[in-house]
């Protein structure tokens, strides 16, 4: 029985290896997956996985932990032989604009090729002529239109094409009124990823897989793209697009006010609404939602309770600020 001694030798081996990997990097190692390594590092002593497998069983198995009051020593030794959990998303670092833009315009929920063409130029001009140093695109910059659940019939590669030539101009656009831009992804820009794909697939020649950052980079781009789901924060002010928490409803900026518990500046819900309170120890906090930049019926959702609007957000460098929260109406811009 020398060859079988041997066997569970190297399998303990193994098994001791990637315990103390699992321990090192905090994760852990199936006991298929050590199989699977050791049938391929050593196919003179495995047959296959399976026998590897039978020998990594008995050799984690043989000692047990029958004794229950002993049972949580080797807590890291264990876990290590488990494989890690699924993350599917990777935990992502906020966008911390930095202290030099105080003087902020935020626009949100232009929807490409649905955008008012008035509304944002109206935007736009209030925020040149009030001198802000940068722009943040709060999401839903882009539509995709094609994709909505709406209308899966008529994908087309010029539609694509022609909300990619929008996405520039408007980039180039706002980085020459402003300096800065930062674009935040709503649930929209998201959309891109599947539906890039399957247009690619059908029509390799003229779309080419890339990133939502390459599919809107111009010459002298220097637009910082902020991932889905990452929120931003502007001194005090936390940034978020809205749909990352369920739910909206009447009262949208307060319920938002109610899930993150921080303030909250989100767009869309395309409706402008404002709700700052002074809490007990006096300071003031809130949640403010801004109006949309696009069209106010669209084919997919024509009646509704949508506005036009935008922000502008002012902030000192202890990080307090001030949102300007405007609507616009028959293109006229009112405070709310
Ligand atoms: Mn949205």
Redesign the pocket.
Known sequence: MAAKNGKIDVAREYIEKYIQLGIKHNRGYSKKYIATVLSEDRPDLFKNIEDARTFVRAATNTKGFRDRSKAGEDLARRFALIESPYSELKDSEPLIIPQQYKNTLVLS?QHSRFYDRRANMVAIDYGVKNGCDSVIIN??FMDFYRESKFDKSAMTVEAFLSEQDWGVEMLRLLQDCFGKVFLKL???DARREAYQQRLALKYGEYVNLSSYEEYLDFEGSTVVFVPDYTYIKYGKLYII???EYSGGGIHVAYNRLNKTMVNTLS??SHITQGFPKTNLAGEVFGSWTTGCLCDLHPRYNPLNNWNLGFARVERDSTGDFEVLNKRIYNGKIMST
């Open positions: 929920d999401g839903d709503g649930n929209h697009h809205g749909h767009g869309h």
